[in-house]
T-cell receptor, first 113, second 114 residues
Framework: GDSVTQMEGPVTLSEEACLTINCTYTATGYPSLFWYVQYPGEGLQLLLKATKADDKGSNKGFEATYRKETTSFHLEKGSVQVSDSAVYFCALIPPGSNYQLIWGAGTKLIIKP | EAQVTQNPRYLITVTGKKLTVTCSQNMNHEYMSWYRQDPGLGLRQIYYSMNVEVTDKGDVPEGYKVSRKEKRNFPLILESPSPNQTSLYFC?????????????FGPGTRLTVL
């Protein structure tokens, strides 16, 4: 079945370091791909999305490119801040499915000053 | 302000005592959904609703009920809670549930069943 695999956390970085959180997926066809962020004590917020191959989603300095050939949607940021500390979830909606987000397990990111 | 609200935010209860977690959205969205979040498992969908009076099971519906009598509300009902339902619950809504629609999440309800 369809699935999403994220790198396990926690990921600990110093402020201004470069960030990559890996996400790969298994799905037939062309799913829509999402990154959600959950700040401490809050609900989930959509960070960025891409709905077709080679699309790049971007928001708040984060980017992710939909790579069909490697079935990946890695999250990147060039210079992280302490305020980026959160849990990041990769998710997909399979093609032909209008209903259900399929989620990765989440990656906790800790940024130290 | 466009938002999804849930109540209560925190709840401690005992096994077998019926409870309801409310969810309301003010964006006139057709699609609403309930998830539970457990450590290491990410989010798993419990139930979803494509519109008023239309509901369907997600991945983990056992022990839960839902209803959608009005477009804005989608309560989650635990008729006889058990300790394995201790979890963090999120309600979400989107325009029509399509792959291109953004899902908006409520702040979460942390439920403990003793």
């Amino acid at each position: 079945g369809d699935s999403v695999t994220q790198m396990e956390g926690p990921v600990t970085l110093s402020e201004e370091a470069c960030l990559t959180i890996n996400c790969t997926y298994t799905a037939t066809g062309y799913p829509s791909l999402f990154w959600y962020v959950q700040y401490p004590g809050e609900g989930l917020q959509l960070l960025l999305k891409a709905t077709k191959a080679d699309d790049k989603g971007s928001n708040k300095g984060f980017e992710a490119t939909y790579r069909k050939e490697t079935t990946s949607f890695h999250l990147e940021k060039g210079s992280v801040q302490v305020s980026d500390s959160a849990v990041y979830f990769c998710a997909l909606i399979p093609p032909g499915s209008n209903y259900q987000l399929i989620w990765g397990a989440g990656t906790k990111l800790i940024i130290k000053p | 302000e466009a938002q999804v609200t849930q109540n209560p935010r925190y709840l401690i209860t005992v096994t077998g005592k019926k409870l309801t977690v409310t969810c309301s959205q003010n964006m006139n969205h057709e699609y609403m959904s309930w998830y539970r979040q457990d450590p290491g498992l990410g989010l798993r969908q419990i139930y979803y609703s494509m519109n008023v009076e239309v509901t369907d099971k997600g991945d983990v519906p056992e022990g839960y009920k839902v209803s959608r009598k009005e477009k804005r509300n989608f309560p989650l009902i635990l008729e006889s809670p058990s300790p394995n339902q201790t979890s963090l619950y999120f309600c979400a809504s989107s325009l029509q549930g399509r792959g291109t629609d953004t899902q908006y999440f409520g702040p979460g309800t942390r439920l403990t069943v003793l």
